[in-house]
């Protein structure tokens, strides 16, 4: 059983504490929040050890791995910390909104031998994930255009904004009120991506890719709670609204995350994804950034 | 061009107006109802000569064949009529409501050698023609069970009621009430088939089909004007009612129909569906409604 | 922490082991099966204790309740039994084959005030529970036409077949081969339901519904693992097959009806379904067998 | 009767012919090509006068109107000519590859009082018309993303390429071998634009919309032949290729597009979209191409 402390309880901590309780080998250790009634919350729920203070879960060699869901500002030194301590790490991203903040925290870990995961949670639900392996595995030939749709049900509340990074994570936040837009990519194999946000979206949460090659397609339709449509005077074969479907959306893949570290440290594995990813995913938003502000195409070597 | 006669101003001979007008080898010559107004309505459109006298069309040797969509009650005289007369015809299901009736036509044209093709316009339906070329095809193994959803956007008219035989054409209208009935049959094969039916849709025309198979299924589907679909708070994926879609859903198919019979006049063959087809579907009506009465199971021969 | 006794260590008993060690307030602490490796291999999975003696679960004060998902021939005398012992029992379907001996099984614990669910599992789940909540809202007017497709992905074991009841349960296994069925009812409000049967389904477990009513019509469609389709040379918006969802359909509900007991018995309710229900289901099933050797419509009063 | 010659007796001017012909107030007079077995034959399947010499068009005052389909490079010089000859006009897009040569022709004919439709056909798709109204109408609130797939469903011969003017029409042509491209546009509401081109699809035809708004969305998916879907043990619930539907799939809105004319002539309106329509076009490609070749985004005033 490998113990597990948890930095956050916010609503993405909740998501990750109830993960680490219904896995099978993994238990909710200690859950840390400066704000110490939200700790005691969480941590009552799962019969875990609250705290407001980090050097109880650094200082516990009971403690095996933690996962970070704290505030952005807070990730690059929990991290470093974390490692320094030895234990494995699940961070939520960004790593930080600062690509310089980034490299150093890189420079402070890399000879340490660390289990580092950055929480890229989208590659582990199973619907877009059978689409990469069977685009991976030839389905549809050469790859040529991906396009990817994500709307928010509602704009975030404004504290999280805040800190967030914005919808081009983790830059473009001071530029303001970015609640609607399109990135337009192009991969090193000439294959077109454009990704589709908003904040919100009156139909609820709008999550869809497509993957369009030379020989097929494959599509990720929205997901509905239950599988029942009605037909009346006003219109026919309606679907419910995602709205209410949000909260589960992507319960599943948070689950398959922790599966995946959970399986590296019991067999010594390098997490996939891993800093490296956390780094690109920086470098790709400091471009669209800067494409919003020039005008211009920016070409990144990453 | 074939010179064509039509029997019936109203709603159904309308359609086949329309589709004589549309059709390149055909001209709508005269049009009879004795409503004479309607028949004026009618033959105005398409430049065709109106008359209150079925004999005019009878007794002209310029018309070749002859479309009846006049009431029920009236099909066997005039289909025997124009028989006699060596005028090809399409006549509008059912025959009569009456098999001892139906069997006296018959006795009476079939030695005349008319080409006589009855009005089962869902067989000349492009979704449900294909599905039955699929199947025949052997596309998914024997079938075992056909299911098909016939409901009516809204009642129609008390008078067309009154003499359209009931759902279980011809026979049961007499029996009062039914709006609601679904049919069990098991064929020659042991293919099991159920019908459907209802009287009015809240959401339209309900026309629906699933053939299931021992190695897959084929399913027609009902379909809208436009592909355009809604998505919004009160629910997602929104296709229109079926309703305004109404007057169109089989227009495909009475034109299909019609060049059937036009190809079977110039090549000489026997159309099909032909009268046997009208007399084997009344007595799958008296059939039913015998159930209906007895409660029990009864076997026809046909 | 209530803690529970399963009897029968087969495909079923092993998805109520799952339900069981899954909810945060029951305990699996004993597998009964006559086949001690079977027993053996489902409580170790759950840290339960195997036994090959129904009496040490029967005569175990620390057992609160049972879920029997024995062989059907086994479930009278195990419901008598442990309805006597003072667990309460969830009890698979059906009760039994044999309508007298159901009977006869209410004499006997009728009086004992004992908590018995039957294991009904579609009702709880999600899909349709909310279409029957739905319909009873008045979502779509009055309930006209209920249409019932259920179809397996292949035949079960014939081992299985040989004491499961048959198609229409219990009755009819002795009559043989009926491995497609159409059923017709008509309830009590002049509603029409129909359920189309077939032991076997190329494209996997076919499970849909269709309430049709005066003012609109509430369906549920298959399910699919992901929302992933395909669009190529040979067909276009592909779902997977429903095949390999096929163990995962009625998890949920499985979950929800485990949980409903669970309440009722915190709460001192009766649960629903209950032995009536169970007892209601066998007089349906005699009344379509008796229909389908009779070629009758048969009135059952219950 | 509005009496119509026809340039160009190719792939596209066929379709014209077809749609003149069906029209119950035009007819097709004369047909013109430089490949007169071309003109012949089309001339012939409607009763037209066939001809290699353009003047015996411009020069027949019983021609009322024109439809220009010949190769982009004569658009100008005919739409000249019969602007001058007094005859209405429905030309074909591009009206020319390059924007002077646009503003020249314009230069030209602005005093004649020409009555000058461009045949942008997508405008008069039922399914495009109807989101276009829906959404004029207010019905997803502010108008804030639109998504455009546009993927043909093979790419067009090498000769037709090669005067077509490209993806980006009508100047890109020389650039070489854009065959997959994404185009972003910002409108001046703010509104979002994408474009998603592809010069083949291995489904078949690929024309799909997306309005997104404030308070809902609008979708057009692809259309099919049939309603008809298959499942089996390879998938579920597969619709056919678009490929078959290809050349019908804009056949209702080339008659629409005609209709519009036809009342324009009638009652002496401005046809819309008219030639400044098309000049803006070309601005708009001129502007993606310019964007494609320097990598910056692009400022359009039209």
């Known amino acids: ?29 200690m859950v840390h929040d400066p704000i110490e009634p939200a700790a005691h919350e969480v941590a009552a729920l799962y019969g875990a050890t609250p705290t407001g203070d980090a050097d109880a879960i650094l200082g516990d060699p009971g403690i095996d791995a933690v996962v970070i869901a704290s505030p952005t500002p807070t990730h690059v030194a929990l991290l470093t910390a974390c490692a320094r301590a030895g234990k494995a ?6 790593i930080d909104l600062d690509l310089a903040r980034v490299d150093a925290c890189w420079v402070e870990i890399k000879g340490l031998n660390a289990t580092v ?7 582990f639900d199973p619907t877009f994930a059978e689409i990469r392996e069977r685009v ?10 991906l396009l990817i749709t994500s709307r928010d049900p509602a704009p975030a509340p404004a504290a999280y904004i805040a800190s967030s990074g914005g919808l081009f994570e983790p830059y473009i936040a001071e530029a303001g009120d970015v609640d609607s837009a399109v990135v337009s990519m192009r991969g090193a194999g000439g294959e077109l991506c454009q990704i589709t ?34 037909s009346g ?70």
């Open 1 to 29: 059983m490998l113990r597990f402390g948890l930095f956050g309880a916010g609503r993405i901590g909740r998501v990750h504490a109830a993960s680490l309780a219904a896995h099978p080998r993994t238990e909710l250790a």
């Open 197 to 230: 946000n908003s904040r919100r979206c009156a139909f609820g949460y709008d999550q869809r890719l497509e993957a369009f090659g030379a020989e097929g397609m494959l599509t990720a339709g929205n997901q509905t709670a239950t599988s029942v449509r009605r």
């Open 89 to 94: 790490v699940l961070c939520e991203k960004p």
């Open 233 to 302: 005077a006003s219109g026919t074969e309606t679907a419910p609204p995602y709205l209410n479907f949000f909260l589960d959306r992507y319960t599943l893949a948070y689950r398959a995350e922790l599966d995946h570290l959970v399986i590296c440290m019991e067999q010594g594995l390098t997490p996939n994804p891993g800093f490296a990813d956390g780094r690109a995913a920086l470098v790709l938003a400091d471009a669209a950034t800067e494409s919003m502000k020039t005008g211009r195409a920016v070409r990144t070597d990453s």
């Open 136 to 145: 991976a595995g030839g389905e549809i030939g050469r790859l040529e255009q």
């Open 117 to 123: 995961m950055i929480g890229f949670n989208r590659r």
